[in-house]
């Protein structure tokens, strides 16, 4: 199964950093899936739930505003603020 990267931060915590083979996400502009190899992307976020589903299951963290960016096969979630 292909994976890429994913680190989840906000300004008080690192919330996750880890290998993934999907996240999902709801941007300014709709829902959003990435999966290993998507084209580059920057989005903003709107305040709702990403979901990184790894080899161990899926972790779901509630962001408030911030934005996604994926190049290179790694996925950034800066969050405003998350847990």
Not at 18 to 38: C, K, M, N, Q, T
Not at 66 to 78: A, E, Q, Y
Request: aromatic letters at 6%; a negative charge; charged letters at 20%.
């Amino acid at each position: 199964m292909a994976t890429m990267m994913v680190h989840v931060v906000s300004p008080e915590a690192r919330l996750f950093s880890g290998e993934a083979s999907e996240v999902y996400a709801r941007s300014l502009d709709g829902e959003i899936g990435i999966l290993p190899g998507h084209q580059p992307a920057l989005l903003a976020l709107a305040d709702a739930p990403v979901r990184v589903k790894t080899a161990e299951g899926t972790q779901e963290f509630h962001v408030r505003g911030g934005f996604l960016s994926f190049r290179d096969n790694v996925l950034t979630v800066l969050a405003d603020s998350a847990d």
